[in-house]
């Protein structure tokens, strides 16, 4: 359900080039296919550099809010991981897979990942092209156009499963305070937590502040004005 451009890989390539570092991750959310076969010429890029807090119905995970920032000639760097592409050296795998214990989480795994992937010394940056459009859909017009979604049912079922989910979230987050926030938290399943968890190159907590997350107060500032200016807020590059 995406669109690639003409060179789309020369593309990535170059961009990835470009930064300098090898453990880049360009990582984002594309441009909706409605947009296909307008003008070549945007003015300004997909950026992810805040994030929602939402609810305790979903156990206050951190939810992407996408927004856009003027066009510029290389990536930006930000602290938020974006699912809908993802384009980096294959190592990025193998330090940093997937987490195959996270059943039926969406809002989260992105934060999830985001947090691995900083604590393991690597660094996201928001593409400066496009290079695919992506089919959007809500729940509504999936219904409207009979189109039956993975995510569109059965969550009676799946909500107390997810919430074990969370949970492992929070044991990897390791903060007392945060894993004292959910009374059930040892609830969950803890399969290979080591190798699916945080690394060793940097904190939780250097990661919550550079994210302009807030757990105490349940609140996110963001780190879109840093992301903006290209200031990582102290956080250097691990040397390696």
Known sequence: HS????????????MWESLG???AVLSGYPRSEGLMGGSSKFRSMPVICTAKMLDWSVRNMLKNTPGFMPQGK?????????????FSKA???RAVPYDPHLHYLFDGEEFDMAMRLFTHGYDIYSPSDTVLYHFYSSPAENKRLGIAKFWDYQWGKRFPIMFQSTRRIRH???IPYIL????KVNTTDLTDLARYGNGPHRTTEQFLEYAGVDYHNKKVAGACDRVRRGI????????W
Request: hydrophobic residues 35%; charged residues 15%; neutral net charge.
């Open 3 to 14: 669109t690639f451009v003409q060179d789309w890989d020369r593309t990535l390539i170059s």
């Open 21 to 23: 570092n090898e453990y």
């Open 74 to 86: 290389i990536p930006l760097r930000t602290p938020y991981f974006g699912a809908g592409l993802v």
């Open 91 to 93: 190592h990025r795998l």
């Open 172 to 174: 990897k987050m390791g």
């Open 180 to 183: 004292a926030q959910d009374p």
């Open 232 to 239: 990582p807020q102290g956080i250097s590059h691990v040397t």
